[in-house]
Each structure stands twice: as structure tokens, then as C-alpha cells.
């Protein structure tokens, strides 16, 4: 099978014009690929290069060398000739929902723009209706402003909007790490709900190795943008084989790995 997104010895690096001589790649040498309906988990101290990844596979960024492919079709082509069904198709949730919805919209004006932009037409009351009862949040929340909205509410919200176009992967960059400890799992609960029922495709970029074992089936490490370790992540996490993925690993000593057992990480859910 054929993968959804591939990604072959990809660099990057922020700015135009001649890096200083020696100057490091954002991202170096990075080759991954992800299929339809998987979960991928991509961690990594801050600054590794994380979001950086995931920006540049939905489309956001373009890359400097290397090879970058949504569905059998390099993401350039994509951007140039079918722009709005890849970003449809690619969606991607922020770590504060705050500051991704508009404050003066009404959460149905908020809810309704990705269809606009990128169906082009105006989506049915009906229709957000649904949107929203799918991630658990009642028809009269459209009404509503942010401010008026919980920070796990708001969160539901930018995942509903993000799922109105139908994405084939929906990319989730620490989207619970702005949230009360409280309702960080009822939104990790949400997402791997949707994903199942929607067979969507999940990349969960986070620090937290909790949510990564518990969410994703694969994990990438990656250390000053480079992959240092890749594969399944009970293996990769449970015994590591590169030096700096067993850092990480201990510095989040009380990390439970069971898929069971809930997220039980204490002090690395912050
Ligand atoms: N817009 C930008 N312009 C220039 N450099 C940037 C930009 N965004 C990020 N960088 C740099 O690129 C590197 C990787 O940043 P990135 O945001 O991808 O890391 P991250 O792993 O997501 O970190 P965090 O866990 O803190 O979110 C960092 O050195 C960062 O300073
Ligand atoms: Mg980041």
C-alpha cells in the first residue's frame, strides 16, 4: 500500500538568502512516511523542530530540499493546481484554541470558514450542528463568543471546525497542553474517538510521552531536527535504543506506558 504522506530526506531551514556558513538545517535528512489511518506521535525537547515538521506537511511551509508527497502527488503540485482540496484535507489543531478562533465570531461563523474557504459554500445550521454534537458540544454553543466557551470547550470546537472539511489527516500540535489537567484527557479521549470512527489519519506532536503512548502507534524522535529514532512506539519508548530517546524517557520517570491504564503521568501533563 501506498503511503498517505511521504517524506524523503526533507531539510529546511527558516529565511532566504545565504545561511551563515555552518549554520544548522531547522530540520535535516528527515524521512517518514504515514498511512492512511494511522497515528504517528513526533516528539522531541522544544526547539527539536516539531511543529516546524508538521507545518511543513500540511502544506504551510515549503520545504528547501527533499522530497515531500501527499497521496502519490508531491505537496507543491498539490499547493499549485488543487490548493484547497489539500488543505481540506490536511487540517491541523493548534495548543491554544484561544488564540486560533477569532474572539468577536460566533462559534457557528467560526465553525462555518473552513467550509467557505475551502468547499466554497455556506454550510447548513444543520450541519454544524452535527459538527459540533460529534466532539460532544450542544447546538446552542453556536451562538455562543470564545470567551464564553471553557478552554477544553473552545478545543472541541477547533477540532469540530477542523473535521467540517473532512480532512484524510489531522495534525495535532500539543493540543492539550494549554488545557486544565482535568480535561486533558476527555479532549485525547475525543481525538482518538474521531479517529476511529472517521479513519482518519492522527499526527499527535506533543512532549508529553504519555500521550504518545497512549495515542499513537509509531513515534518519531527528533533531536536539533533530526530523526534520532523511529518506530513503534511501545518499542521505541519502552526500550529505547537511541541515548537521547532514554533521556527522554527518564526525564519522564513516572510514565505509565500502558494503553490501558489511562494517562498517569505525573508532573509531564503540564
Ligand atoms: N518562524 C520562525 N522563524 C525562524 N525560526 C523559527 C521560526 N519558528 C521556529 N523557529 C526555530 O526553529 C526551531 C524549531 O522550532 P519549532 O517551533 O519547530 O520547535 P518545537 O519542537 O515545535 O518546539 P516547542 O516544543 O517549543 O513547540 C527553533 O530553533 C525555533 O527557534
Ligand atoms: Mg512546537
Redesign the pocket.
Known sequence: MSALVEVGGLHFR??SGRPAPGADW?LADISLSLQQGATLGIV??????????I?LMCGLLAPSSGTLAFDGRPVADWLRDDRRAFLARNQIVFQNPRRSLDPRMTVARAMAEPVRALDRREPARAELIDSLSRVGLPAEFLDHHPHQLSGGQLQRVAIARALSVRPAVLYA??PTSALDVSVQAQVLNLLMDLRESLGLALVM?T?NLAVVARLTETVVV?NR?RIVEAGPTDRVLGAPRNPYTAALVGAALDVSLSRSGGISAGGSTQ
Open positions: 527558516y529565511g531547522t522531541g525537547e522544544s526547539g527539536s523542530g516539531k511543529s516546524t515538521l507545518r500540535d500539543e506532536v512532549h527528533l531536527g
